[in-house]
């Protein structure tokens, strides 16, 4: 039974193993090596998962996470790709191959969504390449392109 549950912290590595899937890579000869996720710019998405701002929901399938969805907040001082202002959290998702185009991110995002609106936070932002097929998906949820920079697009949704 695939179920979808707010992450919790003994799956926070998990995150390590999404982070990299999150990453567009148009080709996929052009993929980079895993352990570009331990780079400064990727590894403040997941380092010390856990502080203020930070809400996953995992999908499960048979007991076996498959994807993820989650926000962080960044401080002015380490400014991320979506980086929007220091009270607007910055929303990031993957799911294993297998798993995508059958409704699951959507299902993540709603709940994440919702969490998020519960906490008080009045919007979310994400960074995206515009030639990923997810923008169409984040379209669909009500963002909407607030900059551009060569092919990545920041995107903010209020909630």
């Known amino acids: 039974m695939i179920e979808i549950h707010e992450m919790k912290s003994v799956e926070y590595e998990f995150l390590r193993e999404m982070l990299y899937e999150a990453i ?3 080709f996929e000869n052009e993929k980079l090596p895993k352990s570009i996720v331990d780079e400064p710019a990727l590894a403040k998405y997941i ?6 701002g930070d809400f996953a929901f995992v ?6 996470l498959v994807g993820a969805a989650w926000s962080r907040l960044f401080a002015e001082s380490e400014k991320s790709y979506g980086f929007i202002d220091a009270e607007t959290p910055e929303f990031s998702i993957a799911v294993r191959e297998g798993y995508r185009n059958r409704g699951f991110g959507s299902g993540m995002m709603r709940e994440l969504f919702g969490k998020l609106q519960a906490e008080g936070f009045e919007k979310i932002s994400l960074s995206v390449d515009k030639l ?3 923008v169409n998906l984040y379209l669909r ?4 392109v607030v900059a551009e920079e060569g092919t990545a697009l920041t995107m903010l949704k209020k909630l």
Do not use: C, H, I, Q
């Not at 380092?47 to 203020?52: A, I």
């Not at 999908?59 to 076996?64: A, G, H, I, T, Y």
């Open 24 to 26: 567009y890579f148009p």
């Open 47 to 52: 380092r010390d998962f856990g502080r203020r």
């Open 59 to 64: 999908l499960v399938d048979e007991n076996e």
């Open 132 to 134: 990923n097929p997810a």
């Open 141 to 144: 949820f009500g963002f909407e």
